[in-house]
């Protein structure tokens, strides 16, 4: 089966930067969605619904919900089955709980998340 764990997430000011990671399992199942799936992140605020903010093709083209263009970067890296999320100039609009899946999702591949607050 396949697991997807998210980290880095933490309290920044506005304007700050923060890093996303999310490592799915490094067995048969993880490699495979890495090789055959598109990916994304995905974030939800309190009272809102989870919503996907960036993802990744195979090949490598991306794309991102206007509200986060020109300030985050998805990437990927196959070979490790991990997937990134670079944001800079947070806003505390950005304020929400991040998770990584497949694109379009896959409910049982949801993990718990990683909390990224913005707040000065």
């Known amino acids: 089966q396949v697991q997807l764990v998210e980290s880095g997430g933490g309290l920044v000011h506005p304007g700050g930067s923060q890093r996303l990671s999310c490592a799915a399992s490094r067995n048969i199942f993880g490699i495979t969605v890495f090789s055959i799936k598109d990916l994304g992140w995905y974030r939800q605020a309190p009272g809102n619904q989870r919503e996907l903010v960036a993802a990744i093709s195979l090949d490598g083209s991306t794309n991102y919900t206007d509200h986060v263009k020109g300030r985050f970067t998805i990437s990927r890296d196959n070979a490790k089955t991990m997937v990134y999320l670079q944001m800079n100039n947070l806003k505390p609009d950005d304020t929400a709980v991040y998770y990584c899946?497949?694109?379009?999702?896959?409910?049982?591949?949801w993990g718990q998340g990683t909390q990224v607050t913005v707040s000065s």
């Open positions: 899946n497949t694109v379009p999702a896959t409910a049982r591949y």
